[in-house]
């Protein structure tokens, strides 16, 4: 059974604010405002040449730049891999480079959100310049929420029938706990404030970090640093240097820091080192929202959720879109936002909150049986990216991935577990 038409907030106009409010208008006559805090649409991909005054992002009272993008920067996935679910990535007739036809640049990929913007009538929902800095329920009730937001120097309040927060989470650095760092003499930095390899020249560099940054940076500041030192948390990484550059290490995890600048592996090397680079990822934060303890962020995880969107105490009217990462993340997104969607719609019912709780509690209890930290929780990885994305559509109303699509990325992630993610974006699909 259809439910009336609602009020609802979305908050955040990149990915996942977009995916969101397109679901919302396709579904239901719903009333949609959506708040972005910039003058312009599409989150983490608009890049921002500057950066912060604290390069480690602990300042409290900094300015605080959003993006994290480098000039650089390509996406991880083939573009075959960065479309919503039913509006693909496509290849634009200027892109000749075989290597970026494959692996888009980020200022493709902002296109490619302007045109689905454009294509959906998106962008007259979007309340541009608006800064949420409080979100609540209005006396305690679940079906009511108060938006406070702060435009142009003025705050102003609104009224809500369900809010949707998609504020993402490349934004707030997460750092390395460090032995020692308190009076090491180096440079530090985290790469959110990493704009370029200037900064490096001829510098002894230790990189905190294998994922995705930290493969990409370190590539490219070891065309004008002495040395790059890349320390995993992976046990299984031993010291060994990169078969196609000369200048770069893997190494262990950092067992402390010491007052001469030595930084010391746990493999037992050391070296000295000029900067220290935190490619360590980033901290869920959403200070705006008050839930008087329903929901809260514990070691970056955001809970407690059903299946990553629904807190049960509060569903459906408080839900979250964009949380999970190391996955198919543009395709996911869209699939919670539908999701959201429909039963926002009454399209589609939740278990009770006794239910949702249970199983949200049984997946904790999983996630610690295996051995798998808490600040994990909202990583998919990609053996679970199907049986998570197949539930979704199924949710959503749709049939399961595609069998190209499954194939297109058992491919890619088949290459890079079998040849090193450092080789991974040598691949072309063919």
């Given amino acids: 059974m ?3 038409p609602l009020k609802v907030a979305v908050i ?12 919302l208008k396709s579904v239901a ?5 959506v708040y972005e805090k910039s003058d312009r649409l599409g989150g983490t991909w608009v890049y921002d040449p500057r950066v912060e005054s604290d390069p480690l992002g602990l300042d409290p009272n900094r300015e605080i730049v959003h ?12 573009r075959q891999l960065m479309g919503f679910w039913d509006y693909p990535f496509r290849t634009r007739k200027n892109v000749v480079d075989s290597y970026y036809r494959t692996f888009p640049k980020h200022e493709e990929v902002l296109q490619f959100l302007i045109e689905f913007a454009e294509e959906f009538e998106l962008t007259e929902l979007i309340r541009f310049g608006s800064e949420v800095t409080r979100v609540e329920r209005v006396d305690s ?15 102003s309040e609104e009224v809500f029938d369900a809010v949707i927060v998609c504020n993402g989470h490349h934004t707030q650095p997460r750092l390395a706990h460090l032995q020692g760092i308190e009076k090491w003499p180096g440079k530090q930095l985290h790469s959110h404030n990493y704009r370029g390899p200037e900064l490096f020249q001829d510098k002894i560099v230790v990189v905190i970090g294998d994922g995705p940054s930290g493969i990409d940076i370190s590539i490219e500041i070891s065309t004008v640093a002495k040395q790059v030192y890349v320390s995993s948390r992976d046990p299984n990484i031993t010291i060994s240097k990169l078969d196609f550059k000369d200048n770069i290490w893997q190494h262990s995890k950092i067992n402390c820091v010491h007052e001469n600048g030595e930084v010391e592996f746990i493999d037992g090397a050391s070296v000295f080192a000029d900067i220290i680079l935190h490619c360590t990822g980033f901290e869920y934060h959403m200070p705006f929202l008050k839930t008087d303890g329903i929901v809260t962020v514990d070691d970056n995880r955001v809970g407690p959720l059903y299946k990553h969107v629904f807190p049960p105490k509060l569903a459906p009217r408080l839900s979250f879109v964009g949380l999970t990462y190391r996955s198919l993340v543009v395709m996911t997104i869209d699939l919670q936002a539908k999701w959201v969607a429909n039963v926002l719609s009454g399209k589609q019912t939740l278990p009770s909150e006794e239910e949702m709780l249970a199983e949200t509690e049984q997946h904790y209890r999983q996630m610690e049986a295996k051995g798998i930290p808490k600040h994990h929780t909202h990583r998919i990885g990609h053996e679970h990216f199907f049986e998570y994305l197949d539930w979704l559509a199924t949710e959503a109303g749709y049939a399961k991935v595609d ?19 450092w080789r991974a974006k040598e691949w072309a699909i063919e």
């Fill in 29 to 33: 006559n719903h009333q949609i405002v």
């Fill in 403 to 421: 069998e190209e699509t499954k194939l297109i990325t058992k491919n890619y992630f088949n290459f890079a577990v079998e040849n090193g993610f």
């Fill in 67 to 78: 993006g994290s993008l480098y000039p650089s920067l390509c996406t991880n996935l083939p």
């Fill in 141 to 155: 009730r679940c079906d009511e929420w108060v938006v406070e937001s702060r435009s142009n120097g003025l705050s």
């Fill in 2 to 4: 259809a439910a009336p």
């Fill in 12 to 23: 955040g106009a990149g990915v996942g604010g977009l995916a969101t409010a397109r679901a």
